[in-house]
């Protein structure tokens, strides 16, 4: 079945640390990849996606995601985190098809310390 | 453009009562979905419209639940009656043609509590 790990479920940082946070996906195929971002009372926001080509995809507020193909891993990173990026994190995956529907992660909750 | 609206933002009501939580997407995105998160869960899937069809249902939990989106536009998820297992966060999310190549926008969600 389709799935989507993320490995780390509360992750607390000092400010100025480096963040990486895993994703693994059940297993291969055609996949479009997102990272979503949830800060305290909003919405989700998407904050970055791979639908092909470089592997290494920016997004917003300086993060990044690298798609590892042979890994079925899609891992964000942001070198250096600040106490407002303090929000969940989830991963997501589309497999296409009919549907277009996406698989969720778990979500990781991250706290920046200052 | 305006994002995507749900309303209620929150709603209590109490076992056996009925919910009917509703959903406005962007102008223009034929794609609607339906996710929900249980308290300490991953976002699951619920439905997928396509105009006013449903594409794919396949993650609704029950018949207590029924999703409409009469003439392709707003869409409303009924709960008749709740359960308190149905409390949780129901968000909505639509996409200009197939999201997995164009991407989703999601609303603020409906914080559910069956009490």
């Known amino acids: 079945a389709q799935s989507v790990s993320q490995h780390n479920h509360h992750v607390i940082l000092s400010e100025a640390a480096s963040l990486e946070l895993g994703c693994n996906y059940s297993?291969?195929?055609?996949?479009?990849l997102f990272w979503y971002v949830q800060y305290p009372g909003q919405h989700l926001q998407l904050l970055l996606k791979y639908f092909s080509g470089d592997p290494l995809v920016k997004g917003i507020k300086g993060f990044e995601a690298e798609f590892i193909k042979s890994k079925f891993s899609f891992n964000l990173r942001k070198p250096s985190v600040q106490w407002s990026d303090t929000a969940e994190y989830f991963c997501a995956v589309n497999w296409g098809g009919a549907t277009n529907k996406l698989i969720f992660g778990t979500g990781t909750l991250l706290a920046v310390q200052p | 453009e305006a994002g995507v609206t749900q309303f209620p933002s929150h709603s209590v009501i109490e076992k056996g009562q009925t919910v009917t939580l509703r959903c406005d997407p962007i102008?223009?995105?034929?794609?609607l979905y339906w996710y929900r998160r249980v308290m300490g869960k991953e976002i699951k899937f619920l439905l997928h419209f396509v105009k006013e069809s449903k594409q794919d249902e396949s993650g609704m939990p029950n018949n207590r639940f029924l999703a409409e989106r009469t003439g392709g536009t707003y869409s409303t998820l009924k709960v008749q009656p709740a359960e308190l297992e149905d409390s949780g966060v129901y968000f909505c999310?639509?996409?200009?043609?197939?999201?997995?190549?164009?991407?989703?926008?999601f609303g603020s969600g409906t914080r559910l509590t069956v009490v």
């Open positions: 999310a639509s996409s200009y043609r197939g999201g997995g190549s164009y991407g989703y926008t």
């Open positions: 102008s223009g995105h034929d794609n």
């Open positions: 297993y291969g195929g055609t996949v479009n």
